[in-house]
């Protein structure tokens, strides 16, 4: 049975937020009229008193009403929500009062709306900035429950990984391993791959659009390599699974030797295409931000277009170009469809693109997905392996980031 | 006009056209070598326009189209088998904002001689820097950090950064569009002071604004006027006696 009550409270709330508007707003513009010779600006004042009336109110009605919301309980009575009625028509109401017999002449209430505006957008900030301080921490903490049962240093520098662990005392062949070397390797393995087939093809897209395509051309083909990047990652999975592995598996038969369809080289070339956009798109961005100006200036030196092109535009938009392989490179090691579809579970230790290989986000998921004990080190692996993830990404970010803008401070 | 010096270019019913806008028509003008020749006039009177004829420039502008007959050293720039890239290693240029390479002081003036292969070894290249430095004026100021960053040096110093990069390829002709518009008096003076020493041995021709900086360097002036050339003489003789009426009046600041 759905319950109508908390819909009901919302709409209370907007309701009180516009009479005091309509109260606040109405006393201010009658009392205007009385000191109209002696202010300079008298006819924006009832708006501002009755702005800050409507939101100070709204405040204290969301607040009861999540208050109520929360004190509610899964049954609640009749009573209780007569009371939480009755909260959030005087809460409000008194609010609406206090604010009534502050409209006086003499009261700032241009600078109040100005300062709440300020506070909100402040909390507004505050709020994706907890969310991560929140998320980092949890994985932090359930990290730290991991490495209670598995050393750091076996963790970090294992090249065994077979995380299924007795789910009763004295199971036979399940002894839990943890060493990550050869799940990182992986990763490592499918991104270098992609970015052998993102960074120059990306690159050269950004060159062909900046410097050689007609302004038609490029009305054109940028949009449509964009699409590229709108195309979900489960369909690039998807491709790789039935397409991309069978045909290379078919190739390595044909040329007589065994491929596994699920081969590094089908995940890592599928996910290359993938980020093409990404890289493409950032350094044509670089490329084009190049003043024109060093040009010209290489151009009256007698260079030709290419050698204006290799000793001037990209040793300029070098780092620019630099922090858009290296985001491209966290997005390779964070995605998640191509591979879970894609790639195996098994993981193996191995530089060979042509072998199965498993990456740290498909472990996560192997060993977060079907029935599992919570607290057991086979689930908490994933938040060690979630921790180390985020840190490599992070670093990665803040170095594209940093690098980044070393060269925006270049041509100011 | 009397002539003592021989001729460097010399242009012959010259027209630029940008798309459908003209903004040049039948010039016909003879610039003399190891001299400084001014070219004034009202904005978009075609005066940056005639100037990037002279190295081909306007051939990088997409819609741009050059008519005419233009010859150096009586050789036809403008000729099929003349390569532009190869004429403006000989016709350096100077922008009106100095745009040094986001590299160092050395590598900016390296520039040229590595891209034509002019120096062999590394003692060879470093002589260059240092007799292009030295010819720009700004030797004394940077020979103790080549390995700065050149966009870190003050814009006066920049200018003659760039100057210097156009000399290390030792051209023939240096063409200079409004070099001293984004400078300070001081800095302005520099550069004036510079051209002076320069003009015995290269042939400038310099865009600017100023009546009186034409006045203070130049040999020869030209006074261009929508797209024509209304008066081309020695810039005495220009200044003091002009010939056409609308030169007298650009000149003593009747419109302009």
Known sequence: MIDPAPFYMIVIVAALMVGAYRMVHGRAARMVAEFRTETTLPDAQPRHHARLAAALVGLAGVAIYLIGLAARGGDPTLAEDAVWLAAIVLGPAAVTGLCLANVRPDFAARARVEYMAETGLMALALVALLTTVGIVGSLVFEASLFFRNVSVLDFLFGTHWSPQTPIRAGQAGQSGAFGAVPVFAGTFLVTLIAMVVAAPVGLMVAIYLSEYASSRTRAVAKPAIEVLAGIPSVVYGFFALISVGPLIRDAADWLGFGVSAQSALAVGLVMGVMIIPLVSSLSDDVIRAVPQSLRNSSTALGATRSETLKRVVFRSALPGIIGAFLLAISRAIGETMIVVMAASRAATLTGNPFDAVTTVTVQIVALLTGDQVFDSPRTLAAFALGLVLFVITLLLNIGALAVVNRYRVRFE | ?256
């Open chain 2, 1 to 256: 006009m009397v002539e003592d010096k021989p001729i460097k270019f010399s242009g012959r019913c010259v027209s630029v056209h940008y798309g459908a806008s003209r903004a040049l028509h039948n010039v016909d003008i003879d610039i003399p070598d190891r001299n400084v020749t001014a070219l004034i006039g009202p904005s978009g009177c075609g005066k940056s326009s005639l100037l990037r004829v002279f190295n081909r420039m306007n051939d990088v502008i997409s819609n741009a189209r050059v008519t005419g007959e233009v010859r150096m050293d009586g050789i036809d720039i403008y000729a099929p088998d003349v390569d532009p890239v190869l004429l403006r290693a000989r016709v350096g240029m100077v922008f009106q904002k100095p745009a040094p390479f986001p590299r160092s002081v050395y590598e900016n003036v390296a520039y040229g001689p590595r891209l034509h292969g002019l120096a062999r070894t590394k003692a060879r290249l470093d002589m260059l820097v240092e007799r292009s430095l030295r010819r720009a004026g700004l030797w004394d100021e940077v020979k103790d950090r080549l390995s700065m960053p050149a966009p870190g040096l003050s814009v006066g110093q920049q200018q003659r950064l760039v100057l210097a990069r156009s000399l290390a390829i030792d051209p023939d002709v240096i063409l200079m569009d409004e070099p001293a518009s984004s400078l300070d008096p001081i800095a302005t003076a520099r550069l004036e002071a510079l051209i002076e020493e320069l003009k015995t041995r290269y042939c400038i021709i310099i865009v600017t604004h100023s009546m009186a900086q034409a006045a203070r360097i130049s040999d020869h002036t030209a006074f261009l006027h929508k797209g024509e050339l209304i008066e081309f003489d020695q810039t005495e003789r220009l200044f003091t006696n002009p010939a056409d009426i609308r030169t007298q009046d650009y000149i003593t600041g009747r419109f302009g």
